[in-house]
């Protein structure tokens, strides 16, 4: 395992990741060279996260579920809802593995729709590790009665060398 202070280095490296994505949504111009330029469709899912957690293996932040994201009738759109999953889980790893890792299974099991102007609370937590790839649940519960939205379960994978041994 790495010492503390990589961890520490690591997990606000994944802050400063997730931060930079929504930066990105209100102004295109702040990616820099040291953050993950991602594509718009990120930076749109993302927009107005805030991170309240990022520490070794998991990653929390709280969204208030935006009109451009829901449907006719109000509900958060499945797509942006995945999107959203899919980078606070890679920032869950990120936070322990010291690299950005790409979804090669993605698993969502909706339980209840998230409502426009609703906030809701994503827990992200690296659960296993096979080799290059890391298993990283992701559940997202309304903040107001706890109940759960969505589950979602990925293993995700890079061929890149982790920045430290495990």
Avoid: Y
Avoid at 48 to 56: F, H, N, T, Y
Avoid at 61 to 84: I, K, N
Avoid at 89 to 118: Q, R
């Amino acid at each position: 395992m790495g010492d503390s202070s990589s961890s520490s280095a690591m997990a606000a490296a994944a802050r400063r990741w997730l931060e930079a994505i929504d930066a990105k949504s209100a102004d295109p111009a702040v990616a820099t060279d040291a953050a993950w330029r991602g594509g718009f469709f990120d930076a749109l899912a993302l927009s107005g996260i805030r991170v309240s957690l990022a520490e070794r293996g998991r990653a929390s932040c709280s969204f208030r579920v935006p009109a451009h994201l829901t449907d006719g009738e109000g509900r958060w759109q499945p797509g942006p809802m995945a999107t959203a999953m899919d980078d606070v889980g890679a920032a869950a790893i990120m936070s322990e593995e010291g690299i950005i890792k790409v979804s090669v299974a993605f698993d969502i099991s909706f339980f209840n729709p998230a409502m426009f102007n609703e906030e809701v609370e994503f827990d992200a937590r690296v659960v296993d590790r096979k080799g290059m790839l890391t298993a990283v649940v992701v559940e997202i519960r309304k903040k107001g009665d706890g109940r759960l939205v969505a589950v979602g379960r990925q293993w995700m994978s890079s061929t890149r060398p982790l920045k430290s041994k495990l």
